[in-house]
Protein backbone atom coordinates (compact mmCIF):
# COMPACT_ATOMS: atom_id res chain seq x y z
CA UNK A 1 0.00 0.00 0.00
CA UNK A 2 1.21 3.33 -1.35
CA UNK A 3 2.29 5.74 1.96
CA UNK A 4 0.22 8.03 0.68
CA UNK A 5 -2.89 6.13 1.19
CA UNK A 6 -2.18 3.96 4.12
CA UNK A 7 -2.81 5.05 7.95
CA UNK A 8 0.31 5.71 9.77
CA UNK A 9 0.74 5.14 13.76
CA UNK A 10 0.78 7.83 15.99
CA UNK A 11 4.78 7.48 17.10
CA UNK A 12 4.73 6.71 21.04
CA UNK A 13 7.10 9.48 22.42
CA UNK A 14 6.61 12.72 22.69
CA UNK A 15 10.22 13.25 21.46
CA UNK A 16 9.64 11.13 18.32
CA UNK A 17 6.71 13.55 17.35
CA UNK A 18 8.64 16.19 18.15
CA UNK A 19 11.13 15.26 15.67
CA UNK A 20 8.55 15.11 12.60
CA UNK A 21 7.21 18.40 13.32
CA UNK A 22 10.86 19.58 13.62
CA UNK A 23 11.23 17.58 9.86
CA UNK A 24 8.08 18.49 8.47
CA UNK A 25 8.79 22.75 9.59
CA UNK A 26 11.76 22.35 7.63
CA UNK A 27 10.31 20.43 4.19
CA UNK A 28 13.73 19.54 3.10
CA UNK A 29 15.46 16.67 2.78
CA UNK A 30 18.90 16.49 4.83
CA UNK A 31 21.52 14.33 5.15
CA UNK A 32 22.86 12.97 8.88
CA UNK A 33 24.52 15.58 9.61
CA UNK A 34 23.27 18.14 8.57
CA UNK A 35 19.96 17.04 10.25
CA UNK A 36 21.99 16.25 13.55
CA UNK A 37 23.60 20.24 13.58
CA UNK A 38 20.49 21.20 12.95
CA UNK A 39 18.69 19.78 15.56
CA UNK A 40 21.17 20.65 17.88
CA UNK A 41 20.73 24.18 17.28
CA UNK A 42 17.30 24.36 17.43
CA UNK A 43 16.82 22.14 20.66
CA UNK A 44 19.94 24.39 22.67
CA UNK A 45 18.65 27.95 21.27
CA UNK A 46 15.27 26.93 23.00
CA UNK A 47 16.51 24.85 25.94
CA UNK A 48 14.48 21.61 25.04
CA UNK A 49 14.51 18.44 26.54
CA UNK A 50 13.91 16.05 23.67
CA UNK A 51 17.66 15.17 23.12
CA UNK A 52 20.98 15.44 24.30
CA UNK A 53 23.96 15.77 22.94
CA UNK A 54 27.31 14.26 22.49
CA UNK A 55 30.65 15.23 21.23
CA UNK A 56 30.81 12.94 18.62
CA UNK A 57 32.99 12.24 15.40
CA UNK A 58 31.27 14.73 13.06
CA UNK A 59 30.42 17.37 15.91
CA UNK A 60 27.15 17.06 17.71
CA UNK A 61 25.31 14.31 18.26
CA UNK A 62 22.04 12.67 19.34
CA UNK A 63 22.62 8.91 19.51
CA UNK A 64 18.63 8.88 20.06
CA UNK A 65 17.63 11.35 17.71
CA UNK A 66 19.65 8.80 15.31
CA UNK A 67 18.02 5.84 16.49
CA UNK A 68 14.30 7.73 16.52
CA UNK A 69 14.87 8.26 12.64
CA UNK A 70 15.61 4.65 11.80
CA UNK A 71 12.52 3.82 13.92
CA UNK A 72 10.66 6.68 12.41
CA UNK A 73 11.70 5.11 8.87
CA UNK A 74 10.30 1.59 9.73
CA UNK A 75 6.84 3.33 10.63
CA UNK A 76 6.69 5.13 7.12
CA UNK A 77 6.85 8.84 8.43
CA UNK A 78 9.98 9.79 7.26
CA UNK A 79 11.99 8.35 4.08
CA UNK A 80 15.90 8.33 3.52
CA UNK A 81 17.17 8.14 -0.10
CA UNK A 82 20.57 9.10 -1.07
CA UNK A 83 21.54 9.39 1.99
CA UNK A 84 19.33 11.92 2.70
CA UNK A 85 16.43 11.82 5.40
CA UNK A 86 12.69 13.71 4.96
CA UNK A 87 9.23 13.64 6.57
CA UNK A 88 6.99 11.94 3.83
CA UNK A 89 3.86 13.07 5.35
CA UNK A 90 1.22 10.54 5.27
CA UNK A 91 -3.13 10.44 4.50
CA UNK A 92 -3.05 13.27 7.05
CA UNK A 93 -5.62 11.36 9.66
CA UNK A 94 -3.42 11.93 12.06
CA UNK A 95 -1.77 15.38 12.08
CA UNK A 96 1.68 15.87 13.58
CA UNK A 97 1.10 19.37 15.29
CA UNK A 98 2.88 19.96 18.29
CA UNK A 99 3.01 23.59 19.76
CA UNK A 100 6.01 25.71 19.28
CA UNK A 101 4.53 28.81 20.88
CA UNK A 102 6.85 30.58 22.99
CA UNK A 103 9.82 29.52 20.78
CA UNK A 104 10.23 33.04 19.27
CA UNK A 105 9.69 32.78 15.05
CA UNK A 106 9.49 29.76 12.78
CA UNK A 107 11.74 26.69 12.91
CA UNK A 108 14.09 28.14 9.70
CA UNK A 109 13.56 31.04 10.47
CA UNK A 110 15.64 30.47 14.01
CA UNK A 111 18.37 28.10 11.97
CA UNK A 112 21.24 29.31 9.75
CA UNK A 113 20.55 28.82 5.83
CA UNK A 114 24.01 27.07 5.12
CA UNK A 115 24.42 23.64 5.06
CA UNK A 116 27.37 20.83 4.67
CA UNK A 117 30.68 21.88 6.09
CA UNK A 118 29.59 25.70 6.23
CA UNK A 119 26.86 24.39 8.42
CA UNK A 120 29.41 22.48 10.41
CA UNK A 121 31.55 25.01 10.94
CA UNK A 122 28.67 27.21 12.19
CA UNK A 123 28.36 25.21 15.16
CA UNK A 124 31.84 24.53 16.20
CA UNK A 125 32.29 28.04 16.23
CA UNK A 126 29.65 28.97 18.82
CA UNK A 127 29.84 25.88 20.25
CA UNK A 128 33.47 24.26 20.19
CA UNK A 129 33.42 21.55 22.93
CA UNK A 130 31.52 19.58 20.63
CA UNK A 131 33.91 19.87 18.07
CA UNK A 132 36.68 17.95 20.71
CA UNK A 133 36.65 14.69 18.50
CA UNK A 134 35.77 15.63 15.49
CA UNK A 135 36.99 14.12 12.36
CA UNK A 136 36.43 17.18 9.83
CA UNK A 137 37.76 20.31 12.30
CA UNK A 138 41.04 20.42 11.06
CA UNK A 139 39.94 21.02 7.25
CA UNK A 140 37.07 23.25 8.00
CA UNK A 141 38.01 25.29 10.69
CA UNK A 142 40.59 28.53 10.69
CA UNK A 143 43.61 28.60 13.24
CA UNK A 144 41.03 31.14 15.85
CA UNK A 145 38.29 28.15 15.81
CA UNK A 146 40.98 25.30 16.33
CA UNK A 147 42.57 27.35 18.61
CA UNK A 148 39.05 27.72 20.46
CA UNK A 149 38.49 23.90 20.41
CA UNK A 150 42.33 23.34 21.95
CA UNK A 151 41.08 25.16 25.00
CA UNK A 152 38.33 23.27 25.42
CA UNK A 153 40.08 20.07 25.26
CA UNK A 154 42.78 21.30 28.03
CA UNK A 155 39.59 21.83 30.23
CA UNK A 156 39.29 17.62 30.99
CA UNK A 157 42.78 17.12 30.78
CA UNK A 158 43.10 16.54 34.30
CA UNK A 159 45.46 13.28 34.84
CA UNK A 160 45.04 12.89 38.44
CA UNK A 161 44.79 9.36 39.15
CA UNK A 162 41.16 8.60 39.99
CA UNK A 163 39.01 5.82 40.30
CA UNK A 164 35.29 7.03 39.76
CA UNK A 165 32.18 5.27 40.42
CA UNK A 166 29.08 6.16 37.76
CA UNK A 167 25.62 4.83 37.67
CA UNK A 168 23.14 4.91 34.19
CA UNK A 169 20.06 5.50 36.70
CA UNK A 170 17.64 8.50 35.37
CA UNK A 171 20.23 9.83 32.35
CA UNK A 172 20.89 9.41 28.48
CA UNK A 173 23.47 8.08 27.12
CA UNK A 174 24.61 11.25 25.94
CA UNK A 175 24.51 12.39 29.92
CA UNK A 176 26.42 9.52 30.54
CA UNK A 177 28.90 9.82 28.04
CA UNK A 178 29.52 13.38 28.59
CA UNK A 179 30.03 13.43 32.36
CA UNK A 180 33.02 10.46 31.55
CA UNK A 181 34.26 13.38 28.90
CA UNK A 182 34.16 16.22 31.35
CA UNK A 183 36.00 13.95 33.64
CA UNK A 184 38.73 12.56 31.21
CA UNK A 185 37.78 9.33 32.43
CA UNK A 186 40.52 6.23 29.85
CA UNK A 187 38.69 3.24 30.81
CA UNK A 188 35.35 2.34 31.74
CA UNK A 189 34.98 -1.20 33.71
CA UNK A 190 31.37 -2.34 33.45
CA UNK A 191 30.90 -4.42 36.83
CA UNK A 192 27.68 -5.72 35.86
CA UNK A 193 27.35 -9.71 35.36
CA UNK A 194 25.37 -9.52 33.05
CA UNK A 195 25.61 -5.99 30.76
CA UNK A 196 21.99 -5.96 29.27
CA UNK A 197 19.77 -3.43 30.00
CA UNK A 198 16.67 -2.06 28.75
CA UNK A 199 17.54 1.35 28.78
CA UNK A 200 18.81 2.91 25.26
CA UNK A 201 22.63 2.74 24.59
CA UNK A 202 23.50 0.92 27.53
CA UNK A 203 23.92 -3.07 26.52
CA UNK A 204 27.15 -4.39 26.28
CA UNK A 205 27.86 -4.22 22.21
CA UNK A 206 26.19 -0.77 21.78
CA UNK A 207 28.10 0.77 25.29
CA UNK A 208 31.15 -0.27 23.99
CA UNK A 209 30.86 1.34 20.33
CA UNK A 210 30.04 4.80 21.57
CA UNK A 211 32.29 4.69 24.20
CA UNK A 212 34.98 3.86 21.41
CA UNK A 213 33.90 6.42 19.13
CA UNK A 214 35.25 9.38 21.96
CA UNK A 215 38.74 7.27 22.59
CA UNK A 216 37.45 5.61 26.01
CA UNK A 217 38.09 2.43 26.38
CA UNK A 218 35.18 -0.66 27.46
CA UNK A 219 36.28 -3.62 29.54
CA UNK A 220 34.01 -5.88 31.29
CA UNK A 221 34.36 -7.48 34.39
CA UNK A 222 31.42 -9.92 35.12
CA UNK A 223 33.72 -11.82 38.23
CA UNK A 224 32.25 -8.66 39.79
CA UNK A 225 28.88 -8.34 39.22
CA UNK A 226 26.00 -9.25 41.43
CA UNK A 227 23.57 -12.19 39.89
CA UNK A 228 20.20 -11.35 38.94
CA UNK A 229 18.98 -14.26 41.50
CA UNK A 230 20.17 -12.06 44.64
CA UNK A 231 18.82 -8.91 43.44
CA UNK A 232 15.03 -10.36 44.32
CA UNK A 233 14.38 -9.27 47.46
CA UNK A 234 15.74 -6.12 48.32
CA UNK A 235 12.97 -4.25 50.01
CA UNK A 236 14.97 -2.15 52.32
CA UNK A 237 17.89 -0.69 53.35
CA UNK A 238 19.00 -3.71 55.74
CA UNK A 239 18.32 -6.18 52.83
CA UNK A 240 20.87 -3.96 50.84
CA UNK A 241 23.35 -3.77 53.54
CA UNK A 242 22.64 -7.81 53.93
CA UNK A 243 23.89 -8.36 50.17
CA UNK A 244 26.49 -6.04 50.49
CA UNK A 245 28.24 -7.56 53.54
CA UNK A 246 27.91 -10.93 51.79
CA UNK A 247 29.46 -9.18 48.40
CA UNK A 248 32.28 -7.37 50.28
CA UNK A 249 33.29 -10.76 51.88
CA UNK A 250 33.52 -12.31 48.68
CA UNK A 251 35.86 -9.89 47.14
CA UNK A 252 38.71 -12.02 48.24
CA UNK A 253 37.80 -14.73 45.70
CA UNK A 254 38.01 -12.54 42.86
CA UNK A 255 41.70 -11.29 43.26
CA UNK A 256 42.40 -11.66 39.88
CA UNK A 257 39.56 -9.43 38.65
CA UNK A 258 40.48 -6.81 41.48
CA UNK A 259 44.57 -7.04 40.02
CA UNK A 260 42.88 -6.08 36.15
CA UNK A 261 41.18 -2.85 37.82
CA UNK A 262 44.37 -1.47 39.64
CA UNK A 263 46.54 -2.51 36.92
CA UNK A 264 44.57 -0.63 34.90
CA UNK A 265 44.35 2.52 37.24
CA UNK A 266 47.96 2.39 37.35
CA UNK A 267 48.70 2.77 33.61
CA UNK A 268 45.75 4.72 32.62
CA UNK A 269 44.95 6.60 35.98
CA UNK A 270 41.50 7.85 35.46
CA UNK A 271 38.87 4.63 35.77
CA UNK A 272 35.20 4.41 36.08
CA UNK A 273 33.26 1.37 37.66
CA UNK A 274 30.10 1.50 36.13
CA UNK A 275 26.82 -0.19 37.37
CA UNK A 276 23.31 0.64 37.04
CA UNK A 277 21.80 2.29 39.98
CA UNK A 278 22.36 6.27 40.58
CA UNK A 279 22.94 6.11 44.12
CA UNK A 280 26.47 4.40 45.31
CA UNK A 281 24.81 2.99 48.07
CA UNK A 282 22.39 1.21 46.51
CA UNK A 283 25.31 -0.14 44.21
CA UNK A 284 27.93 -2.48 44.96
CA UNK A 285 30.08 -0.64 42.95
CA UNK A 286 30.95 1.34 46.35
CA UNK A 287 32.20 -1.54 47.66
CA UNK A 288 34.92 -2.22 45.06
CA UNK A 289 35.72 1.42 45.41
CA UNK A 290 35.96 1.52 48.99
CA UNK A 291 38.28 -1.69 48.86
CA UNK A 292 40.54 0.07 46.80
CA UNK A 293 39.84 3.39 48.99
CA UNK A 294 41.17 1.33 51.89
CA UNK A 295 43.87 -1.04 50.73
CA UNK A 296 45.80 0.93 47.73
CA UNK A 297 44.72 4.50 49.49
CA UNK A 298 43.79 5.76 45.45
CA UNK A 299 41.78 8.95 45.43
CA UNK A 300 37.80 8.18 44.23
CA UNK A 301 35.00 9.83 43.21
CA UNK A 302 31.07 8.92 42.71
CA UNK A 303 30.11 10.82 39.55
Request: glycine fraction near 6%; hydrophobic fraction near 35%; charged fraction near 20%.
Given at each position: ???????????????????LAFLKELNEPLTATDFQKLLFLYITKNNLSY?????????????????????????????????????????????????????????????????????????????????????????????????????????????????????????????????????????????????????????????????????????????????????????????????????????????????????????????????????????????????????????????
Amino acid sequence: MNIETRRLTKPVYKRQQFLLAFLKELNEPLTATDFQKLLFLYITKNNLSYYDFVPYLYGSFSIQAGEDISTLQAMGWVKIKNGKTQYTGGDGKFVINLPFDGLGSSISEQLPKVRGNRLVRFVYEQYPYYAIFSRTAENIMDADGLAKIKAVKELFNNTQQTLFTIGYEGITIEQYLNVLIMNNVCVLCDVRNNPLSRKFGFSKNNLSKYLGNIGIEYVHIPELGITSDKRQCLNNDEDFQNLFSEYSMSLSNHKEAINQIYQLLQTKNRIALTCFEHDPSHCHRYIIRDHFKKTYKVETADL
